[in-house]
């Protein structure tokens, strides 16, 4: 089982800069990889980037490279999403999830994900 709780989220001005941190527990996070989804209003739940269990291996989608840098720190059992160069189309919750098998690759497909965060709000006015 393992438990996650996303918190730095807020208001930003267009091109500023957030970082979001996703908090676990759990005995196994440190085998697991994580991804961060987002949902705007009125759209579906889409991809923002993932992590391999080690850190060695990141995917991105598309609209948020050289933006958007995701981070792990298994010692603190801590996810995190730096998030430059705000657009307001990057508003939206933010979700952090965990891939409970162990030692997968950094998957796009929210399916492979079995553990999901509350969320946390990114706003960013133009």
């Known amino acids: 089982q393992v438990q996650l709780v996303e918190s730095g989220g807020g208001l930003v001005q267009a091109g500023g800069s957030l970082r979001l941190s996703c908090a676990a527990s759990g005995r196994t996070f440190s085998r697991n990889a994580m991804g961060w989804f987002r949902q705007a209003p009125g759209k579906e739940r889409e991809f923002v980037a993932a992590i391999s269990w080690s850190g060695s291996s990141t995917n991105y989608a598309d609209s948020v490279k050289g933006r958007f840098t995701i981070s792990r720190d298994n010692a603190k059992k801590a996810v995190y999403l730096q998030i430059n160069s705000l657009k307001p189309e990057d508003t939206a919750v933010y979700y952090c999830?965990?891939?409970?098998?162990?030692?997968?690759?950094?998957?796009?497909?929210?399916?492979?994900?079995?553990?999901w965060g509350q969320g946390t709000q990114v706003t960013v006015s133009s």
């Open positions: 999830a965990a891939d409970s098998g162990l030692y997968t690759a950094p998957s796009r497909s929210h399916s492979e994900y079995d553990y």
